[in-house]
């Protein structure tokens, strides 16, 4: 079936640098959006989601932009923090209420 | 703290044995899910419930798991006859009640079968 996947499965940022966290999707009936963040033995945080009629919504210090022409989101993050070491999922809905997730990508913070 | 909770955290347990967790979504949360989680992947769709009705099982629950949730608040997974391929994080999530509300997860309960 079609599921939402990602470029990376890892990525190492400088402490204080921007993390840009990408991931594509395939369905295009997919109307809803949304950005988890998940710490090691931790269930998914939601971050940040975004519906299809929109394609840029801003959170605290977290940006989801949507392009929907080549099915892409997008997870910004600013002045990158330890904290924000985890894996982040995208995850998509097509109007019920099945989420299906990606395979994830790992933030890795340098100091 | 009124976030999702789950028990036990851990299970292990031997093949062939059945297990139970339980979930306590947010209180006045309508909808509850459950989700199952292998090493280096993304949560997988169970099943999910609106108040005390299932409305919705994916093909991954077979006939060995059964999920209840009698009152509408709290919800149980059993898996009977436990097999090494169910070693698993499952994961409970809940929201409101209307289609496409935050789920809220909580910490999982994280399942080994030897």
């Known amino acids: 079936g079609e599921n939402v996947g990602l470029h990376l499965p890892t990525l190492s940022v400088q402490e204080g640098d921007n993390s840009i966290i990408n991931c594509a999707y395939s369905?295009?009936?997919?109307?809803?959006f949304i950005w988890y963040k998940q710490e090691s033995g931790k269930g998914p945080q939601f971050i940040i989601d975004i519906r299809s009629n929109m394609d840029k919504r801003q959170g605290q210090r977290v940006t989801v932009l949507l392009n929907k022409t080549v099915k892409h989101l997008s997870l910004q993050i600013a002045a990158t923090q330890p904290g924000d070491s985890a894996v982040y999922f995208c995850?998509?809905?097509?109007?019920?209420?099945?989420?299906?997730f990606g395979k994830g990508t790992r933030l890795h913070i340098l100091p | 703290d009124t976030g999702v909770s789950q028990n036990p955290r851990h299970k292990i347990t031997k093949r062939g044995q059945n297990v139970t967790f339980r979930c306590d979504p947010i209180?006045?949360?309508?909808?509850l899910y459950w989700y199952r989680q292998t090493l280096g992947q993304g949560p997988e769709f169970l099943t999910y419930?609106?108040?005390?009705?299932?409305?919705?099982k994916s093909r991954l629950l077979s006939d060995r798991f059964s999920a209840e949730r009698p009152k509408g608040s709290f919800s149980t997974l059993e898996i009977q006859r436990t097999e090494q391929g169910d070693s698993a994080m499952y994961l409970c999530a809940s929201s409101q009640g209307q289609v496409q509300e935050t789920q809220y997860f909580g910490p999982g309960t994280r399942l080994l079968v030897l």
């Open positions: 995850a998509e809905n097509f109007g019920d209420d099945k989420i299906i």
């Open positions: 419930f609106q108040n005390e009705a299932q409305l919705e």
């Open positions: 369905n295009s009936a997919s109307d809803y």
């Open positions: 209180s006045e949360h309508n909808r």
